[in-house]
T-cell receptor, first 112, second 115 residues
Framework: DGGITQSPKYLFRKEGQNVTLSCEQN?????MYWYRQDPGQGLRLIYY???????QKGDIAEGYSVSREKKESFPLTVTSAQKNPTAFYLC???????????FGPGTRLTVL | AQSVTQLDSHVSVSEGTPVLLRCNYS??????LFWYVQHPNKGLQLLLK??????LVKGINGFEAEFKKSETSFHLTKPSAHMSDAAEYFC?????????????FGTGTRLKVLA
């Protein structure tokens, strides 16, 4: 059963801690993305990767970091430098940059 | 520069009546347009897409949208609303003029279906 998985579904973090969100896809897609969703706003792009070992900053990359060591995996680290990290985080993938994106179920991060 | 505007933040309809969710876009090049649906605390699901083929696009769950270049619109419609349609809907524009094919999201329309 092909798709995108994100874990955990809910995540709680104390201020000052780094935390890593997992995103895995078995669709054999080259491109992967991380978005942040806040209430009343559309999704905003954090980082994207078009190919293994390559990634680019999106619109709101400050305070976040990513890696793309494997085609199927694109983890996002929310660092302590991110001032307002409480949000819903969505991972997506597409065959290529020109193609439609498919989304995972999301991770809700809450900073305590 | 590309942008997308969803004209209504909230829409309420009665079950069995038509649905209209409005979307206007701005694009310097030939855009691709998408509608996604999001149920609470879930990811986004693709409803339909326009990529310069037929201007009337049919999607899943009885939804369709018409690309109108002269009006720069891509409104989403459904003849008869079902309770399960209650969700948030996002209109998305993407263009390749800058080479990035970046998705630009609207702010969403929350659809409420009344029994």
């Amino acid at each position: 059963d092909g798709g995108i998985t994100q874990s955990p579904k809910y995540l709680f973090r104390k201020e000052g801690q780094n935390v890593t969100l997992s995103c895995e896809q078995n669709l054999n897609h080259d491109a992967m993305y991380w978005y942040r969703q806040d209430p009343g706003q559309g999704l905003r792009l954090i980082y994207y990767s078009q190919i293994v070992n390559d990634f680019q900053k999106g619109d709101i990359a400050e305070g976040y970091s990513v890696s793309r060591e494997k085609k199927e995996s694109f983890p996002l680290t929310v660092t302590s430098a991110q001032k307002n990290p409480t949000a819903f985080y969505l991972c997506a993938s597409s065959i290529g940059r020109r193609n439609e994106q498919f989304f995972g179920p999301g991770t809700r991060l809450t900073v305590l | 520069a590309q942008s997308v505007t969803q004209l209504d933040s909230h829409v309420s309809v009665s079950e069995g009546t038509p649905v209209l969710l409005r979307c206007n876009y701005s694009s310097s090049y030939s855009p691709s347009l998408f509608w996604y649906v999001q149920h609470p605390n879930k990811g986004l699901q693709l409803l339909l897409k326009y990529t310069s083929a037929a201007t009337l696009v049919k999607g899943i769950n009885g939804f369709e949208a018409e690309f109108k270049k002269s009006e720069t619109s891509f409104h989403l419609t459904k003849p008869s609303a079902h309770m399960s349609d209650a969700a948030e809907y996002f209109c998305v524009v993407s263009e390749g003029g800058s080479g990035t094919y970046k998705y630009i999201f609207g702010t969403g329309t929350r659809l409420k279906v009344l029994a």
